[in-house]
């Protein structure tokens, strides 16, 4: 999908069960032969984190940058994802 130049969307959810908390972050989209793609980033332990949004958006970052997209830093990940854009 990235090679034909398709930006991927991005998604994530908080689990919870019998004391386990994770974040997952996937990204999403349609490729040329119309067929979905979906690569899971990161699922990150969540149970002891506050559910704020400054940690969602920290769990975020970070598990973009470790799979190479920008974000803030010399670019944005608006530039490589679709999302909703004005945050932060």
Same mark, same amino acid.
């Given at each position: 999908?990235?090679?034909? =130049?398709?930006?991927?969307?991005?998604?994530?959810? !908080?689990?919870?069960?019998?004391?386990? %908390? +994770?974040?997952?972050?996937?990204?999403?989209?349609?490729?040329?032969?119309?067929?979905?793609?979906?690569?899971?980033?990161?699922?990150?332990?969540? =149970?002891?984190?506050?559910?704020?949004?400054?940690? !969602?958006?920290?769990?975020?970052?970070? %598990? +973009?940058?470790?799979?190479?997209?920008?974000?803030?830093?010399?670019?944005?990940?608006?530039?490589?994802?679709?999302?909703?854009?004005?945050?932060?």
């Amino acid at each position: 999908m990235l090679a034909d =130049g398709v930006k991927p969307s991005v998604a994530g959810d !908080i689990w919870s069960h019998k004391g386990c %908390s +994770l974040m997952g972050i996937t990204l999403y989209g349609i490729n040329s032969n119309w067929t979905i793609q979906e690569w899971l980033v990161s699922a990150t332990p969540f =149970g002891a984190t506050r559910h704020t949004g400054e940690a !969602i958006d920290a769990i975020t970052v970070e %598990s +973009l940058r470790r799979h190479g997209f920008q974000w803030r830093q010399s670019g944005s990940v608006y530039e490589s994802i679709h999302g909703k854009q004005g945050l932060g």
